[in-house]
């Protein structure tokens, strides 16, 4: 499978333009753990561009992944991608064992976080987000509130990383593919 076959998954299922960011901007930050530990990028990228791309067809806990999954086969897509879709989601019932279903964990809340972050800024762009900002963030229940801050919290600690240096390692990696990912 390529990316962009991914790609013409996600449109075909994903039809606002916030989900498919959000895809992208999830998949910005798992592809940069690829190249620093070592993953097959293309598969972590293919990963991250699909985790999500049931959900405005399954948009309930009960629903999502778990019936997206079946879909994702017939299309043919592999089943490491499958098994990390549905590891993402912890009430799946799938452990988060590879370093690929731990990362797209890690990511997933965080990469969405940090783009609310960057949308409340004067600029509206990622470039004026930092570590500081975004834990300052967290504290505020209010702000950005659909976002499970204890996940982004175990996100990091099941992938062994200093939460502040996952939140940078994100952050750079999206303002390395700022204009990409719409911020």
Request: glycine content about 6%; overall charge negative; aromatic content about 6%.
């Amino acid at each position: 499978m390529t990316r962009e076959q991914a790609l013409e998954i996600l449109f075909e299922h994903t039809k606002t333009d916030s989900l498919r960011r959000h895809a992208m901007q999830v998949e910005t930050c798992v592809a940069a753990y690829a190249r620093k530990l070592g993953g097959e990028e293309e598969t972590w990228r293919i990963t991250a561009l699909l985790h999500d791309f049931d959900w405005e067809i399954h948009p309930t806990l009960e629903e999502h992944p778990m019936k997206g999954e079946p879909m994702l086969e017939a299309k043919g897509v592999p089943q490491e991608i499958r098994r990390a879709i549905l590891s993402h989601a912890s009430y799946s019932g799938v452990p988060r064992e590879s370093d690929l279903e731990k990362t797209l964990f890690a990511c997933d809340e965080l990469s969405g976080f940090i783009s609310a972050c960057a949308l409340v800024k004067p600029s509206k762009k990622v470039a004026e987000v930092d570590v500081k900002s975004v834990r300052k963030k967290m504290k505020d229940k209010a702000f950005a509130r659909t976002v499970n801050r204890g996940d982004i919290v175990t996100g990091a600690m099941e992938m062994g990383v200093d939460l502040d240096e996952h939140i940078d390692f994100c952050i750079r990696a999206m303002q390395n593919n700022a204009d990409a990912i719409g911020l």
